[in-house]
């Protein structure tokens, strides 16, 4: 693995025998190091990740946040966008659903802070955005601009509107997201 990883940075695993810099040595050194750090968190977050999923205390929609917030920046050339919806969109709904479970969805974050730090340290602006703003209207007004504003034919009192009945007719906030996902892509078509 460090070694693909070394490979894609266009670093030699060793200098080649007409090159004797030692500054290139200690490059190479240097890069090695840095790429272990970057492959040693990666492992950390994905363990964390499986252990988030393993936690019943956590509800679904925060470990979808978690893996979401987790993996994002490991999709190259934006391939993700074949597979999910723009971060505009997907980062506004998880907003806008878990303000609407907000002490619940707190509670939960709490215990990503204490129990996975890896992972909190990728989900930390979501849960302070969450906790900062008191007076969530203005939160929830802002996530729903964003979205009526990617989504031909939408309002934000529709994007509001929807977000609470699929809230509210779903077993959990993850299916309602779902259903939620539903109903924009059926205003796309």
């Given at each position: 693995?460090?070694?693909m990883?070394?490979?894609?940075?266009?670093?030699?695993?060793?200098p080649s025998?007409?090159?004797?810099?030692?500054?290139?040595l200690?490059s190479?050194?240097?890069?090695?190091?840095y790429?272990?750090?970057i492959?040693n968190?990666?492992?950390?977050?994905?363990d964390?990740?499986q252990?988030v999923?393993?936690?019943?205390?956590?509800?679904?929609?925060?470990?979808?946040?978690?893996?979401y917030?987790?993996?994002?920046?490991s999709?190259?050339?934006?391939?993700?966008?074949?597979?999910?919806?723009p971060?505009?969109i997907?980062?506004?709904?998880?907003?806008?659903?878990?303000?609407?479970?907000?002490?619940?969805?707190?509670?939960?974050?709490?215990?990503?802070?204490?129990?996975?730090?890896?992972?909190?340290?990728?989900?930390?602006?979501l849960?302070?955005?969450?906790?900062?703003?008191?007076?969530?209207r203005?939160?929830?007004?802002?996530?729903?601009i964003?979205?009526?504003?990617?989504?031909?034919?939408?309002?934000?009192?529709?994007?509001l509107?929807?977000?609470?009945?699929?809230?509210?007719?779903?077993e959990?906030?993850?299916?309602?997201l779902?259903?939620?996902?539903?109903?924009?892509?059926?205003?796309?078509?």
């Amino acid at each position: 693995m460090i070694e693909m990883l070394l490979l894609q940075e266009n670093v030699p695993l060793t200098p080649s025998p007409w090159d004797h810099s030692i500054g290139t040595l200690a490059s190479i050194r240097s890069k090695q190091t840095y790429i272990c750090r970057i492959y040693n968190m990666e492992d950390k977050i994905y363990d964390e990740l499986q252990k988030v999923y393993d936690n019943n205390r956590l509800g679904a929609l925060v470990q979808e946040i978690c893996e979401y917030y987790a993996t994002k920046g490991s999709y190259e050339d934006n391939a993700y966008e074949d597979e999910i919806e723009p971060p505009e969109i997907v980062e506004s709904a998880y907003t806008l659903f878990c303000l609407q479970s907000r002490e619940q969805i707190l509670d939960e974050f709490a215990i990503v802070r204490k129990k996975y730090p890896a992972i909190y340290t990728k989900v930390a602006d979501l849960h302070e955005s969450l906790l900062v703003n008191m007076d969530y209207r203005t939160l929830e007004d802002s996530c729903a601009i964003t979205i009526a504003n990617l989504v031909d034919g939408t309002t934000v009192s529709d994007i509001l509107g929807q977000v609470e009945a699929c809230a509210r007719s779903s077993e959990n906030l993850s299916e309602g997201l779902d259903r939620f996902y539903k109903y924009l892509h059926s205003r796309k078509s």
